[in-house]
């Protein structure tokens, strides 16, 4: 989507007013799978750092179980085999 300079502008001004106002949350690049302890990249560009995850959906650890995985790329195949490939929309 393309936006006006004029609507760029507002968003640009509104960032540098919450940015400025210290409630900008920048985001942590994940680069491990979810679990207790994960690998982050921050702020961008930097070292990885192992920290603990205290907040992950993962919460149970079932994200990369063999069993969990399966179900779900079962689902998905009956789903597309039902319903026919369209491809991306």
Known sequence: ?????????????????????????????????????????FPAGSDLK??????????LGLTHHPEVLKAAHEATSIRLRRDGWRGPR
Do not use: P
């Open 1 to 41: 989507m393309s936006y006006t300079e004029k609507t760029r502008d507002i968003y640009q001004a509104q960032l540098a007013e919450i940015k400025s106002a210290g409630i900008f949350k920048e985001e942590r690049f994940i680069h491990s799978a979810q679990a207790a302890d994960i690998e982050v990249e």
């Open 50 to 59: 192992k920290v603990i995850n205290m907040c992950s959906n993962n919460y």
